[in-house]
Structure formats: C-alpha cells, structure tokens
C-alpha cells in the first residue's frame, strides 16, 4: 500500500497530473473569487465602501469587524441580528420536520403492507415533477382567503394569515418527498430479519421505528437535514411573499427587499448594507457544508446513480 | 401487545403482523401528513391550474370563467411566446455549458490526484450559497458607476459599459452566474457516473491496445449514457425554471427583454395582479417539465437496453487477461 502511495506521488508530476492540478485548482479559486470579494468587501466601513473604486482585490485601509458584529449582535438602529435569528428559527424548525417526516413517511412505503401503496407513493412521486414556483401565486391566496386566523372572509377576501408566524409553522410540516423516497430506498435494504428480531424482544412499532431503524439511516437522514436546511436558510419565496412585517423577515428576504426589486429605479443600492447580510447567509452555509460535506458528496452521487 | 401471538412459531414476519395493523399504523402516520400536505401543496397546485381559466385581475375583482381564453392569449402575445421561447434555449444554454464544463472537471477529478477531495469541495461550494447573496456580489461587480468590471474598464482607458441597458450582457451574466452555480453539482454527479464505470472494462481494453482517446470513446462514454439521461434531463428542467438569476440580476429588463416564463408567472402575479395568466402560464410550464420528464423515462429505459448489449463481450476478454496492468484509478 505505501508502495503504491509513494509512487501516486511522483505520479504528481507528470505532465497530464500537473495540468490536472493547475486546471482544478486555478478555476477552483475562480469558482471561490466572488465569495473572497464578499468576505474581504466585509471588512470595509460602510461609508469606506461606497467612496472607494473597487478593485479586484479590495483591501480596506482601516479594516473593521464591524459588520460581523451587526450580524451576530446586531447594533442600536439594525434589524439585522432580528433577521438572522428568525433564518435560524426557520431552518431548524423545517428541519426537523423534514427529518421527522421523511423517516416516517419513508418507514411506512418501505415497510408497511396496505392497499394502495404503490399508487399513493406514485402519485406523491408524480407531484415532484409540478414546478415548485408555480404555487407561489395560489399558496398566497389561499393563506389571504383562509380565515385560519379568524375574521377573515373567504370570499371577499382579508389576511388570513398572512404576515404572522403560522405561514412559517405551515410551511414546514409537509412531506418531503424527495426525502421519502430516499429513505424508503435505504430502507428497502435493510433485512426485514432486523425488524423481526426486534419485535421478538417486545419491541413495539414506536421503539422499532427509532431505536432500532432510525439509527441504521444515519447518513441517509444526514443529507435529507442538510439539503433541508440549505435550502430553507437560502429560501427567500415564502418569507418574502408572505409576510410584509418587519420582524418577520429573514436575511435572504431582507437582502431582496433591499436590493434593486420593489426599489423605486434610480434609488441608491445599500450594497454595504447588502454585504453583510450576504454574509450572513453565506457562512453559515459554508459551515454546515464544511461539516457535513462527506454527505453531501454522497447522497449527491447516490441520488445520481440512482437516477 | 401481541406478546403471545409473538412467541408462537413464526411463520412470516409480515404475514402474522397482519395487514390490518399495517394498514393502521401507516394511516396514523400518513393521514396527518396529507392533510397538511393537501393544504399547503396539492391545494395551491390544483387552485393554481384552476385560475388559468379565470379572468382575475386584482385581488378584489371577481374572477370570470373565460375558459381557454387565457391559454389563447398566451399563445398570440408575443411577450408570452417571447417568454416561453427563451427560456428554452437559454436552459438549453446553459445545460450545455454547465454538463460540458462538469464534465471536464470529472474527468479530471476521476484522475488518482493528491487533494481531490479538496477540489471536489471548493468546486461543489458556489452550489450551496443562497442565489439572493451572490447575484448581489455579481451585481457589486457590474454596477455602472462603481462596478469592479468598471473600473478595470477605466484603469485600461476603455469606455465603461452600461451592463443594464443591454439584452446581450444581461443574458451572458445570467449564464455566467448559472454555470457559475451549476458546474460544480454536475461535476459531482457525473463523477459518481464515472466512478461506476466498471474498472475492469479499463483493463481491457488497454490490453487491446487502446490509448487515452480510445478508452474515453469506447468504455467510458458508453458506460456512462444511464448517467447522462439522468443529469441532461434533470438539468434542463431546473434550467427551463431559471428565473431567481433573472430577478436579480436584470430584473427582466431592459424593457422585459430578458423575461423568462416563469419570472413572468412571478411578475403577472405580484406586480400586475392578472392571476388568470400567471395560472395559464404556469400550467402550460408544468406541461413542459412533465412531457420532458417522460420523455426521460421512456429515454433512459430503452437506452439502458442499448449499453448493455456492447459492454458483455468486452468484459469477457477481460476477465481472460491478467490484470497487471495499472487501472483508471492509478492502482494495480
């Protein structure tokens, strides 16, 4: 084995490797660069930023933290800190609910005998291929018409409950499907021998389902988490349509408020203020997937052999 | 619960837990899912699809059933049919570049090189950043008055250039910023494609004398056509839906020139309140993605057929020959 390592290294410098390392390193760093720009232009005061000409590299003069301590304390006039919290609320919120019901939902298709399996897990799958933005538009009726909240007509229309934290607690708690179907998939392979063990011991359904098999789907219930929780932190449709308050905003929402759409043309961009709240999103997502990229990188390659 | 029952012999596992039980269990465990899922998915879906036969402008109006009124519409103006247009072939577009680009950089990721897990990282890392923060880095870059691009423009004495006003520059960032997004996550997978190619195949054909060139041609790209209707397929749909990059980066403009179909779902929706057409527009979108998606799976079945049938008689020869000789992986 060290045999074979020693030699891989000198392998290193053959013509076709050194090319190979030049091209994935050099467009890697190019692939980097905006992020660079958005942590170093994170160093900048906010009026250093708007006077200076931007160069490639921007290097502020006095560099301050003082962005990275709005973000995480926020400042007597930011709502900032407010935002990141409410992301944070958000993402952990879904979740967990993604965790929870994808196990569930998965456990039952994979292991449950009852009529009209195939075709219910058929249908939810057809449901995948329906465009998730079409439903931007109805889904804001439906949460304006329905009078969840109380006093609001359903013909004439109201706020139902738009604008308040339930359009964050009903957007969780649904199925994900993509979820299901990986979990069932996983499932599907662990021996039913398992299961019958367990129950042989006085195990019931509840103490099968998460003592037992849960623990089996680790990793496959990692990569559900982790794209769940990406892709909640990064999601600016339902806190950005649905809600209008303030306290209700998370960053990524934040950031298009503030940024060009529903700015009146011609008005300043706060692209300092923007940066921050970039960062603020960015990080944290580098975060999870520098922590859990092992995951990422192989539920990806499964899901793709999978087709 | 059933302890006794449980104890007796045991026939078949399922068989003695009953279908009955099964059936419970997985209605208390279902039932509350789908209600919540009717209300906040397969309601909006369906109410969706219904308001493309209404005539519904404005929140307060009533809506009128117009039947395909609107779909007529759709199809005689041309900011619809623009729309629908561009975003074919700018999905086409950018799916070339980025499965080309991916593809490369698999090729070169697949290589026994020092530190790949590295590189597959920091490729894969624009994938999971929000498109709301770094569209606004992208736009950082192209403002007019102080735009990094600007100012280099300025620094070599050349005219700056006025990124907003012009159709073609706003469609070329869009596909920069795309495959910007978007090489990385097909790199990956069509790396995983790579990596379940059989090694085997590899050895045999080097005995047979074939070079480089020859080994991607005759094994690799074969072995690797379940993969591709897999990745063009899945890719193109999501790049048919490009609208985020639109928003935030052109905003549609200049005078709606770079619209996409579904930015104008969004923009029927929420800025002219004309429901009727978002719902229409979005109906006929999902048509598309839905035709497209079976015609993937008609696609790829019968293409699994196809390389099956070359690949067997090459395997042979190899399992005839010794295997001292080195493989895609740089091991003996």
Redesign the interface.
């Known amino acids: 084995m060290s045999a074979t390592r020693k030699e891989n290294f000198k392998n290193q410098f053959k013509p076709a490797y050194l090319i190979g390392h030049i091209l994935l390193l050099g467009i890697g760093l190019i692939l980097l660069y905006p992020l660079i720009f958005m942590v170093l232009a994170g160093f900048f005061t906010k009026t250093e930023f708007t006077s200076t000409v931007l160069s490639i590299f921007p290097i502020p003069k006095q560099p301050t933290l003082e962005n990275f301590k709005e973000l995480i304390i926020g400042t007597a006039d930011s709502s900032v800190a407010m935002y990141f919290r409410n992301s944070v609320i958000r993402t952990v919120y879904n979740t967990l609910w993604a965790i929870l019901t994808s196990f569930l939902a998965g456990y039952v298709f994979a292991r449950l005998k009852f009529k009209g399996r195939e075709a219910i897990f058929l249908i939810l799958l057809a449901t995948q291929m329906i465009p998730g933005t079409l439903a931007i538009i109805p889904t804001y009726l439906e949460f304006a018409r329905f009078p969840f909240a109380g006093g609001n007509n359903p013909f004439t229309g109201g706020t139902g409950i738009l604008n308040s934290w339930w359009v964050y607690l009903i957007g969780g708690p649904s199925i994900n499907i993509m979820g299901t179907f990986l979990v069932k998939q996983s499932l599907e392979k662990v021996p039913l021998e398992i299961d019958e063990a367990a129950v042989m011991d006085g195990a019931g359904t509840f103490r099968l389902i998460f003592q037992i098999l849960f623990p089996l789907q680790l990793p496959i219930m990692a990569f559900i988490a982790i794209t769940t929780a990406l892709g909640t932190w990064n999601d600016f449709i339902t806190p950005f349509f649905y809600t209008t308050s303030d306290n209700l905003q998370t960053l990524p929402a934040a950031i298009t408020r503030i940024s060009s759409v529903g700015a009146s043309p011609g008005a300043v961009i706060d692209y300092p203020m923007i940066i921050t709240l970039s960062m603020g999103i960015t990080i944290p997502a580098l975060l999870i997937f520098a922590f859990f990229q092992k995951y990422i990188v192989q539920g990806l390659a499964n899901t793709g052999i999978k087709g | 619960?059933e302890?006794t029952a449980?104890?007796e012999g045991?026939p078949s596992?399922?068989r003695r837990?009953g279908?009955h039980k099964?059936?419970l269990?997985?209605?208390v465990?279902?039932v509350p899912?789908?209600l919540?899922?009717l209300?906040?998915?397969?309601?909006?879906?369906l109410?969706?699809f219904a308001?493309g036969f209404f005539e519904w402008v404005g929140?307060?109006d009533t809506p009128n059933f117009i039947w395909f009124d609107n779909f007529i519409d759709f199809f005689k103006n041309p900011v619809y049919t623009d729309a629908l247009w561009r975003s074919i072939w700018l999905g086409g577009l950018v799916t070339f570049i980025t499965l080309a680009a991916g593809f490369g950089?698999s090729l070169?990721?697949n290589?026994?090189?020092?530190g790949?897990g590295f590189?597959?990282?920091?490729?894969?890392?624009?994938a999971?950043?929000?498109?709301?923060?770094?569209t606004?880095?992208?736009?950082?870059?192209l403002?007019s008055n102080?735009?990094?691009i600007n100012?280099?423009l300025k620094a070599m004495g050349k005219e700056p250039i006025v990124w907003q006003y012009s159709v073609g520059w706003g469609i070329f960032w869009i596909v920069v910023y795309s495959v910007?997004k978007g090489?990385?996550?097909a790199a990956?997978?069509w790396?995983?494609?790579l990596?379940?190619v059989d090694v085997s195949l590899y050895e045999a054909a080097e005995i047979d004398g074939a070079g480089r060139f020859n080994k991607l041609r005759y094994v690799t790209l074969p072995g690797l056509k379940?993969?591709a209707?897999?990745?063009v397929i899945t890719s193109l749909i999501g790049a048919i839906?490009i609208?985020e990059q639109v928003?935030?980066i052109t905003?549609g403009g200049p005078y709606g020139q770079t619209e996409v179909l579904?930015f104008r779902?969004?923009r029927d929706?929420?800025w002219d309140f004309n429901?009727g057409m978002?719902?229409a527009s979005?109906l006929i979108?999902?048509l598309i993605?839905?035709v497209a998606?079976v015609l993937y799976y008609n696609w790829?079945t019968k293409s699994d057929k196809r390389t099956t049938i070359p690949i067997k008689p090459v395997k042979r020869k190899g399992k005839r020959g010794e295997s001292h000789v080195r493989n895609a992986k740089?091991?003996?």
């Open positions: 619960m302890k449980e104890r045991r596992f399922n837990r279908r099964d059936a269990i997985a209605a465990i279902l899912m789908f919540f899922w209300v906040v998915s397969g309601f909006p879906t109410f969706g308001l929140l307060a950089a070169l990721m290589m026994p090189l020092f790949k590189y597959r990282s920091i490729w894969y890392i624009p999971v950043t929000a498109t709301v923060a770094t606004q880095v992208f736009n950082i870059f403002d102080n735009g990094v100012n280099i910007w090489v990385g996550g990956l997978i790396l995983a494609g990596q379940s379940p993969i209707t897999y990745i839906q609208y928003l935030f905003n579904v779902i969004y929706g929420f429901l978002a719902g979005s979108m999902a993605v839905i998606t790829s740089g091991e003996l």
